[in-house]
């Protein structure tokens, strides 16, 4: 059984960062692809950042661009996602999503693709 565990998220004012963590165990498997989500309260989950490190690439949601990264520590088992210059909107219950094998680009932004989900990171982006 595969077991994720999303941290790190937390209060933070407009502009600031915050890093999220999402661990893996339990059943080992190389996860060659991550996808963070988020949800916002009242609204369907959301694609924010993909990244296939086989295939060496990363897509991102338009919101986020040049605001959000994402890297891994394999001896960790921990992907990581980098937030900077957070704003308002970017208030949501942040979720990692890896997977073994890569997704169609058509695919990469729909949840419903994806098995694996840990349960959630609350972030909120308030002055």
């Known amino acids: 059984q595969v077991h994720l565990v999303e941290s790190g998220g937390g209060l933070v004012q407009p502009g600031g960062s915050l890093r999220l963590s999402c661990r893996t165990s339990g059943r080992t498997f190389d996860w060659n692809v991550v996808a963070w989500f988020r949800q916002a309260p009242g609204k369907e989950r959301e694609f924010v950042i993909y990244r296939d490190w086989s295939g060496g690439r990363t897509y991102y949601a338009d919101s986020v661009k040049d605001r959000f990264t994402i890297s891994r520590d394999n001896a960790e088992s921990t992907f990581y996602l980098q937030m900077n210059n957070l704003r308002p909107e970017d208030t949501a219950v942040y979720y990692c999503?890896?997977?073994?094998?890569?997704?169609?680009?058509?695919?990469?932004?729909?949840?419903?693709?994806?098995?694996?989900w840990g349960q959630g990171t609350q972030v909120t982006v308030s002055a």
């Open positions: 999503a890896p997977r073994i094998f890569r997704l169609a680009i058509s695919a990469i932004r729909t949840p419903e693709h994806y098995d694996y």
